[in-house]
């Protein structure tokens, strides 16, 4: 990309974890519309696994409406990978070795990252997701702890990644260069967040969500397990998920905007709310693979004074 040097940019690349498009749509998220437009995309993973292991390979979500913009100037792809066959679009990052996150450490940046779903608790020797990173974060619950429907339905604050932007941003400012990756999971089932506990209307409904979660087959015919009231108040949920993590990000971008970091903001997948039969993700629906993403460069001028 002509005219800005992109190449050794400090990098926050962050994954709301199942973000529907829809919802982003429709939230008020004045941090992330700085970045740049609400982009439709579509993510090559139902689950979080895969979505991240893509990710993390320089495989983005790809927009399906507009395309990537960074300064204004749009962009094919924002990383790919020098070992990829020769692409006549326009690239912002190429990289060398396998991963975005190896890469970056070979330039000398400090690489760091943080989780909240358990398929990115470092304690778990089966989960690939963490290994790549020097210096991992994990807030969420132990991925073999007993989980029942009341350790599930609860709120959250520590356990969520974004209520410690404080101590994550130290660390960045502390590094020459650095690469930041957050996975978010307060737009993750329950969606609670500090500023959004349960209730007990949102406790019986996110009762009968993770009974269907687990279910993972088609509802059969008969009256849908969740009304349209309940599907509402859902989805209305997890909007103030996406709603505090904006104000949490704001509060991160603050912090680092003086850096003018290279910013990536996507869901690694959506939710199906039983427009075909199921609830949840990890099977093909276009609630699922359709997700919202930003990118821009941050600006110190929007976050001065
Ligand atoms: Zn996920």
């Known amino acids: 990309m002509q005219g800005v040097d992109l190449v050794d940019r400090d990098v926050l690349l962050i994954t709301l974890d199942s973000c529907r ?11 992330l519309s700085r970045l740049g437009p609400l982009l439709r995309a579509e993510s090559p993973g139902t689950y979080t696994l895969p979505a991240h292991a893509a990710l993390f390979n320089g495989f983005l979500p790809r927009p399906a409406s507009g395309r990537f913009l960074l300064s204004g100037k749009p962009v094919e792809m924002i990383w790919r990978s020098a070992a990829a066959r020769p692409t006549g679009g326009s690239v912002a990052v190429t990289f060398t070795g396998p991963t975005l996150m190896e890469h970056y450490v070979e330039r000398g940046h400090r690489v760091i990252g943080a ?18 990173f020097p210096e991992f974060h994990y807030f969420g619950r132990s991925s073999r702890a007993l989980s029942n429907l009341d350790s599930r339905v609860a709120d959250r604050a520590d356990t ?23 996975n978010c999971s307060s737009t993750h089932i329950p969606y609670t967040t500090p500023n959004s506990p349960l209730t007990e209307q949102t406790s019986d409904a996110l009762r009968r969500l993770y009974r269907l979660h687990d279910t993972k087959v088609p509802w059969p015919a008969g009256p849908p397990p969740l009304s349209r009231d309940d599907v509402r108040h859902l989805l209305d949920m997890q909007r103030r ?20 970091p290279l910013v990536v903001v996507c869901a690694d997948h959506g939710e199906e709310f039983g427009e075909s039969g199921r609830y949840g993700h ?24």
């Open 21 to 31: 498009y829809d919802v982003a749509a429709d939230a008020n998220t004045p941090h």
């Open 241 to 260: 998920a996406l709603e505090w993590a904006d104000h949490q990000l704001g509060r991160l971008f603050a912090r680092l905007a003086t850096r003018r």
């Open 160 to 182: 969520l990644p974004l209520t410690h932007v404080e101590t994550l941003a130290d660390r960045c400012a502390d590094a020459d260069h650095f690469f930041l990756f957050v």
């Open 115 to 132: 989780g909240g779903v358990t398929f990115f608790d470092p304690a778990d020797t089966a989960n690939s997701l963490p290994k790549p």
């Open 282 to 305: 990890g099977h093909p629906h276009s609630s699922v693979s359709t997700v919202p993403l930003w990118c821009g460069l941050l600006d110190p001028e929007e976050y001065s004074g």
